[in-house]
């Protein structure tokens, strides 16, 4: 069973002339052999992006056997607690998006914990966009530090985290946070950046070279984390669709070969693509996925 736990399939919140690209159709028709999708929420004003948490529960409850949905909301609201509370009771939504860098805040401020509280309360995990904001030329990028997650991991061992983008540059940061951590986790979903999701959605970078953007954070990754399997398989679509990021996962050995590189045990590989998820969520009898805590 292969899970894409970083996906943006929207249909409202968003300009008309993108939601063709951001549409469920789109997404199952790139997806090669994904089989079910988390929608991540996104209720960021700075970018123009504010999809309503209603919105994202919708398109999972019309197909709950493929699609799983975390909603955002704004940790300075003083009613975000109960808003979550409301997203996971009522909406059935499993879990939570912030971004620091688009919502303008320090993951470490004590005005954020009443939200981490109700996240452990409800036993759901909570995603942070790290390092940079491509994006967006407001957002500040200093809210993005990965070691500031170290304070909320620290204070909250019981809240799972998931730092997405394996914190772009910062990936050692993030990676070093995973091995010291036992409740944080990561997603892969930076392809897009390396020149491998161009088909058509995908940023198109000047020089395609791999090795900076993926190659080498996965080498760290499987240099630093021995036995531990903390990298989850996201795509970030429409940046990078199903089939791209799948598809460059098993084209690493080769790669790795091509640049004198040592060999990545395809076990290791094969547990990011299906195994690895399984660590934050599990499956219902009826086919829903839901927090594996629940
Ligand atoms: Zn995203």
Known sequence: MIIDTHAHIHTDGIEPGMKARFSPESYWRTRGEV??????GMMFKSINFEIPNESIAALVDA???RLAGFCSLYPDDPDAPNKLRHCVRDLGLIGLKLSPTFQSFYPNDPKCFPLYKACVELAIPVAFHTGSSLMSRPARIIYGDVKLIDEVAQEFPDLRIIVCHIGYSQYTDTIDLMKKQPNVYADCSICHLAGLGQDGHGQKPSVHYPYFHWVRPLLYNFCTMGDQDKLLLGT?????????IVDALMALPGMMEKMGLPPIPQEKIDNIISENWKRLFKLTGQGRLVPALW
Not at 35 to 40: F, K, N, P, S, T
Not at 236 to 244: I, L, Q
């Open 35 to 40: 089989d079910m999708a988390i929608i991540i």
């Open 63 to 65: 197909d709950p056997k």
């Open 236 to 244: 970030e679509y429409p940046s990078a669709s199903g089939k791209n």
